[in-house]
């Protein structure tokens, strides 16, 4: 454990405070940061939500179906 470099078929496992479940990855593919520092820190905190609150869930659900029946298209 440490700084030591990532590498493509490593196995990371994310531990987050209050839950059981660890969240495992493998690595397919490394990125290089290209200098700019560009990130979108809380993206992954929607899908944790929907799983800690299932109607959540079905209301994100129920809303994009809404927006299906209710489209003008065609």
């Known amino acids: 454990m440490g700084k030591a470099p990532i590498s493509t078929g490593e196995i990371v496992v994310f531990n987050i405070n209050g839950r059981d479940i ?5 690595v397919i593919k490394v990125h290089q940061r290209s200098g700019s520092d ?18 959540l869930k079905f209301a994100l659900i129920g809303v994009l179906g809404l927006l299906v029946i209710t489209n003008k298209e065609g």
């Open 22 to 26: 660890p969240i495992v990855h493998r």
């Open 38 to 55: 560009e990130l979108l820190p809380n993206v992954g905190i929607i899908t944790i939500l929907m799983n800690d609150y299932p109607y």
